[in-house]
């Protein structure tokens, strides 16, 4: 009988807690949005379950998961293919590839390294800024290249920075000339987390030489009619 009690209760908090889930994804973000520390400590282990909940399809917890997947102070291996050049970047507080999209057009093309439209001041400004975005002037950010993983399959700027693939250790993202163009509201997915991307050096010409072996050509894709 005690066991069935047991088996209850813990089927009663289940209920519950299945029942509350959404109703602590607001504050949990307002911890994750302000805190890096929190977000290494406690991701791995969050993520895997905040993920299978959401393919349940009950709860909407896309907030969440993106926040759990940002990536702080990770190294990054980036290969321009229409140049040939290669460079070691370092992100962090990024929530989804249209702001690491920017970022990576302000450090390149508007560093200097590649050819391309630089974004504007706003949109970087929008990608960056400490302070809440909300209330600003709003900018259009428009696609300086093809976001492709090493086997050539595109990265959506929908989709997150977690979704580029480790190869020998490291993330690696190839840059291609942009299939179609296109463009998007600069605002950040969370508008309490600033982004960041530094170039940390260029590339030698073996060393990209190197990483564009472990690369396939782009998969062509169709825009969608």
């Known amino acids: 009988m005690a066991r069935l009690g047991g088996d209850v209760h813990e089927a009663t908090q289940l209920a519950l807690a299945w029942c509350a889930v959404e109703e602590w994804q607001p504050p949990a973000l307002a911890v994750l949005c302000r ?19 959401a393919a349940l399809e009950r709860h909407d917890l896309k907030c969440l998961a993106y926040a759990l997947a940002v990536l702080d102070d990770e190294p990054l291996v980036v290969l321009h293919r229409p ?23 302000h450090v390149l093309v508007g560093g200097g390294y590649i050819p391309g439209a630089r974004p504007s001041a706003e949109s970087v400004r929008l990608a ?17 290249f093809e976001l492709l993983a090493p086997d050539g399959e595109r990265i959506w700027n929908e989709g997150l920075p977690d979704d580029i693939p480790v190869v020998e250790g490291r993330r690696l993202l190839v840059l291609d ?17 600033p982004g960041t991307a530094e170039l940390t050096r260029a590339l030698t010409a073996d060393e990209t030489r190197t990483w564009l072996a472990r690369t396939s050509p ?8």
């Open 128 to 144: 960056t800024d400490p302070e809440p975005a909300h209330g600003r002037t709003q900018a259009i950010a428009t696609g300086a």
């Open 177 to 193: 000339e942009p299939a179609y163009r296109r463009s998007w509201n600069a605002d950040r997915f969370f508008p309490h987390l």
């Open 83 to 105: 140049t040939g050049t290669g460079f070691e970047i370092r992100i962090g507080g990024i929530g989804d590839n249209f702001q690491l999209h920017t970022l990576l057009a």
């Open 35 to 53: 805190s890096a520390e929190v977000r290494r400590r406690h991701a791995s282990a969050i993520l895997p379950t905040c993920r299978d909940l």
């Open 218 to 225: 782009r998969n062509l894709i169709r825009r969608p009619s």
